[in-house]
């Protein structure tokens, strides 16, 4: 092991090696709620692609393990070291290298956080609209799970918004793919496939962004529904409205309470309506005039009440900031209330209701309570699990998959499968389809170094 | 070769296996405008997803190149059959399995029409909005080709509007991506990889289709510029300024003269201001009411007056539909004119003046003339090239897809590779690159049976 580390260290220059004690706690995991921690190797602060081309040449010679780490925000395990591996950690690659308002476009360093770019894009009247609900995670990271969030529903997910790559593969070349443009048939498109490939094809140098100019005005609307199904049975309606909403959260009323309570927001609903309430809609709506949100703020509003909505709340700019806060921050809720396990399924958005039919079915017969939130435009659901005992939280997790897989859905919407949901994954998908995932692998990674033992064995 | 025809016959029955004198003309060939035609050694029409999988069992096991046809409108010659190989053309397959409202999605057979895609979803209020320019185009083609076309500016291309494929690998295994649903981060992205691949990696036998509210307003601007370098410089503005146009055209004084005169479309500008104009820029904004797109109109046109405009027409609503009727025509104008090649280069398009000053200076150099016509809001120009000689074509053809490649374009923005682009992509694109999509090639398609050829050797 020793040798390893110094012809490492001789490689790249000792202040970019970390070995020993000098390896952070941080680096053995990401936020995932129940999983393995590895101490590697070594970990690996680069300063550019030459640092990374040499990295991985060097791993392949020596048949080392590598895992990327942006900023450890994940919740699928997908940046956890193997224990005789080395971690590339970006956070030294942090610049944002262009900002282009004639084409609408940013370049990013992997290590730059979402805080950082809209920061920087600001400036200019622009966003980088794709919002995961973690302002420190990374765009290196995103891209390797293909992170979405609450504003998909108008503004798609990372996927949509990745213009173009550099990648260093793990032989060593350094590829360039796509551009400062929207449209190419020239090969296949080897920018989406990297993409949500969790690290285990190729390693990510540069990201070119699409952005959208920033629109000024907004408002949000919080309608109380008394069931939880009247409320997601509203969201299609709401989503063919034509309003083109922003962002549609529901939230159930136990959900609602932790965040509510741990933000300290006040939402000025009585506790008669709070009561009798057993899921909220949270919907944005924007616009590029106060006078078009106003209208749409209508629209949207009548669709709500005319559907269930015990009443529709406009909220108090502060009061939006501060609950749309503390939903992105639901996790945290789940996690101090110490949920062993969150479920990121999607659906096709108009069979949500079903899906949490059988989500309380589900609860019912395993004599548990299953809380939730989620990006209900977009059918992706974020469900907490509590459940200590492992064998009967397969069970129950390993049911919603299935009851998500039966609607016509997939295991993750957003978290990405790492090592978490990887037996699920292996377990329920197509076994051609996963034959066929290796090959592609395989294509990338002869020697298998890149994340071995994530999404696949 | 007749034993093998035989085979198939009977593998599938005679009804769906054309040979000999009963193979039509419009098998051997597509729209490109030099290029082989191959008479296959047979047609085959299945009627569904297990027809096609026997074909290519049958394929692979007796080494039969398969080329993948929709209505044959490419321009790249990517579904011109081997001489030695079969074409499955997807004509019968063109039902529109399922139309759903709620999720926004329309499921259609790869033999399905644009023309009666649009129609079907029409009656529901909704739209395909990926617009390539050609009506008779398959679903089936666009997603081989991920075409394009002037919409993209606001809605994307292809890729961005399908959700999910059913699709026969050439061994025979029928595999499903994706679903109902915009979030995904559930194994690599096996949906996009096959978009674009141009019948090389899977026959797609389903294709799940995202659609979009029909918006009921629209207005179209047409604007005179006095030179080429002020049309080209105003688009970027015009797409920055928020006003989210549908289209953003440009036509040069040469195209215009010959896509008016075909379709007899009049534009109410005098002949002195013809004169002196040197490029057009067409300008289309929708919106869900007409106070909103009278709005976007007034910016627009504000936007195009400021920058060096010499008028700004508002064009009458069946002008309008004439003049972008006859702009996708244009193709045809140019084959009529005896155009020897078409080229869709894409740059980013705030590159375009620049790149249309390197066009210029190609076309001196040659003694020729370039006239062109483009999707300037995305940075993609369609330029006709009038050279007979193949070698002197080569020279000029390579000059203008390396001006390209130098200000960060590809060489085809929606045509595709094919067989006409493939000795400049081989020759231009890093080797690197080349031998990855070689190897992802390899993972799909062992035996090399689907349209070999087409993009690389």
């Known amino acids: 092991v020793q040798p390893l580390v110094s012809s490492l260290s ?133 891209v ?55 690290g285990t094809l190729a390693l990510v140098t540069q990201v070119t962004l699409k952005l959208v100019p920033l629109l000024r005005h907004s408002a949000t609307l919080l309608a109380p529904f008394p069931t939880l199904d009247e409320a997601v049975c509203t969201i299609p309606l709401l989503v063919v409205s034509g309003v083109g909403p922003l962002l549609v959260e529901y939230i159930d009323r136990m959900t609602m309470m932790a965040i509510t309570a741990q933000s300290g927001v006040s939402l000025g609903i009585g506790a008669d309506m709070q009561a009798s309430t057993e899921a909220y809609l949270l919907v944005v709506v924007e616009g590029r005039t106060a006078d078009r949100v106003d209208e749409d703020t209508q629209l949207a509003g009548a669709t709500l009440a005319e559907h269930g909505a015990s009443d529709v709340f406009v909220l108090p700019a502060s009061a939006a900031t501060q609950l749309i806060d503390a939903r992105e921050k639901s996790f945290w809720a789940a996690k101090r209330a110490q949920a ?37 435009g977009d059918g992706n659901v974020h469900l907490a699990v509590f459940e200590r005992d492992p064998d009967k939280r397969y069970a129950l997790m390993r049911e919603l998959f299935e009851a998500g897989r039966r609607l016509g859905g997939v295991i993750s919407g957003e978290h990405g499968i790492g090592v978490e949901k990887k037996r699920y994954f292996l377990e329920l998908e197509d076994p051609a389809k996963i034959a066929l995932l290796r090959r592609i692998k395989q294509a990338f990674d002869p020697n298998s170094i890149l994340n071995p033992g994530t999404i696949f064995d």
Not at 156 to 182: C, D, N, P, W, Y
Not at 351 to 374: D, N, Y
Request: hydrophobic residues 40%.
């Open 10 to 142: 001789a490689l790249l220059g000792a202040e970019k090696v970390l070995s020993g004690d000098a390896i952070g706690d941080d680096y053995t995991h990401d936020e995932a709620l129940c999983g393995e921690r590895h101490v590697p190797l070594a970990v690996v602060l680069p300063s550019g692609v030459d640092d990374v081309r040499r990295v991985l040449v060097w791993a392949s010679d020596n048949r080392v393990p590598v895992t990327a780490r942006g900023a450890g925000t994940g919740l699928s395990g997908a940046c956890v070291p193997r224990a005789n591996g080395v971690v590339v950690s970006f956070e030294r690659m942090k610049r944002v290298l262009e900002i282009d308002t004639e084409n609408h476009v940013a370049i990013v360093e992997p290590g730059v956080s979402l805080e950082a770019l809209n920061a920087a894009v600001a400036e200019k009247g622009l966003v980088y609209p794709v919002f995961p609900g973690e302002n420190s995670a990374t765009l290196g990271g995103n």
């Open 144 to 198: 390797a799970t293909n992170a979405g969030g609450m504003r998909a529903v108008k503004y798609g997910v990372t996927r949509h918004h990745v213009l173009g790559l550099e990648a260093v593969l793990a032989t060593g070349e350094v590829i360039r793919t796509g551009g400062k443009f929207v449209k190419t048939s020239t090969g296949y498109d080897l920018t989406q496939l990297v993409i949500g490939s969790e």
């Open 340 to 376: 062993s396990e969150v479920v990121d399924v999607v659906v096709p958005r108009a069979s949500l209701p079903e899906f949490m039919h059988q989500v309380k079915a589900i609860a019912e017969r395993h004599s548990t309570f299953i809380p939730g939130c989620g990006h209900a």
